[in-house]
């Protein structure tokens, strides 16, 4: 590939009709706000012009778009079935023993029951033990601390998401 060619992935979410892209898009983020804006963005030349894009849309996602994203994400340490990309983000929870899970359940429990909303992460790489820490340390925060806190971590899982997205080098 040239520098200036364009990554298959790329180049085939630039050429999905829209509802195509729009479900491609939603595996990303929930936000149908933020799938509408990296949408009205398309086509993108390269792949740091869709994550700008998607900073961009996160920045200026609504109080209401941003729980639209969150309602999205399970649980810390527990992945819907059939949703390989939490799964695969939150596999430091795996292998976690008996009573770090059973920890988790309590914090994401206390975290909800503050925030009103799931406990949002970029659980890629970090070990069960450091996202219990990250929950514990959160618990602190006052409410508009903690939701920027939320929007920047939406921000990262929605760049691994995409970039998962746009290296993908499939025949559609």
């Known amino acids: 590939m040239t520098p200036t060619s364009t990554p298959p992935g790329l180049a085939r979410l630039n050429a999905l009709e829209e509802q ?27 792949a740091e012009d869709l994550y700008a894009a998607n900073d961009t849309a ?5 109080p209401a778009d941003l729980e639209e994203a969150m309602a999205g994400h399970p649980p810390i340490g527990r992945p819907e079935p059939g949703d390989p990309a939490s799964a695969r983000e939150q596999s430091g929870m795996a292998g976690a023993p008996d009573g770090l899970r059973a920890e988790m359940l309590e914090l994401n429990l206390a975290y909800r029951e503050k925030f009103g909303h799931v406990f949002l992460v970029c659980a890629t790489g970090r070990t069960g033990e450091q996202l219990r820490d990250a929950v514990r340390e959160r618990l602190g925060n006052p409410p508009e601390r903690e939701r920027e806190i939320v929007r920047t ?16 080098d499939r025949h559609t």
């Open 58 to 62: 996160v920045a200026r996602l609504t």
């Open 153 to 168: 971590e939406l921000g990262k899982i929605n760049r691994i998401r995409l970039a998962r997205l746009v290296a993908e």
């Open 20 to 46: 195509a892209a729009l479900a491609a898009l939603h595996t990303a983020c929930a936000s149908t706000a933020w799938v509408r804006s990296l949408l009205a963005a398309r086509p993108y030349a390269t």
